[in-house]
C-alpha cells in the first residue's frame, strides 16, 4: 500500500506564499520508481493539474497557471513532496492533493493510482 499525506494548507492573503507538503509511506512505496504530481479541485470545478515531478528530481511539469509562481521539489531520503506556491491568486483558492504514480509520467489525474486526501488552501482578496 501506499498513502500519501499532505500539509500545509491553510488561510493566506493574495500575493502571500504556502508551502505544500506530502509525505509518502507504506510497505509498497519506493520514491525511486514514482511519478509524484500535485493536482488541485476548486469547488464545482473538476480536478486539475498543478505540477509533477520524476523519479530523480530532475524534470518537472507545470500547468500554465501556476508556471513562475509554483516550485515542485522532492526529498527521497524523507519521502516527500513539496509545493511552493508564491504569488497567490484567489483563484488559487482549492483543495490541493499529492498523487503518485508508478505507471507514466504525465498531468492527466487518471493516470495517477495513489492519491491523499487533500489540504486546503484558501486565498483572500
Known amino acids: 500500500q501506499v498513502q500519501l499525506v499532505e500539509s500545509g494548507g491553510g488561510l493566506v492573503q493574495a500575493g502571500g506564499s504556502l508551502r505544500l507538503s506530502c509525505a509518502a509511506s507504506?510497505?509498497?512505496?519506493?520514491?525511486?520508481?514514482?511519478?509524484m504530481a500535485w493536482f488541485r479541485q476548486a469547488p464545482g470545478k473538476e480536478r486539475e493539474f498543478v505540477a509533477l515531478i520524476s523519479w530523480s528530481g530532475g524534470s518537472t511539469y507545470y500547468a500554465d497557471s501556476v508556471k513562475g509562481r509554483g516550485t515542485i521539489s522532492r526529498d527521497n531520503a524523507k519521502n516527500t513532496v513539496y509545493l511552493q506556491m508564491n504569488s497567490l491568486k484567489p483563484e488559487d483558492t482549492a483543495v490541493y492533493y499529492c498523487?503518485?504514480?508508478?505507471?507514466?509520467?504525465?498531468?492527466?489525474?487518471?493516470?495517477?493510482?495513489?492519491w491523499g486526501q487533500g489540504t486546503q488552501v484558501t486565498v483572500s482578496s
Open positions: 507504506g510497505r509498497t512505496f519506493n520514491p525511486y520508481t514514482m511519478t
Open positions: 498523487a503518485a504514480t508508478m505507471r507514466s509520467y504525465g498531468s492527466s489525474w487518471q493516470e495517477y493510482e495513489h
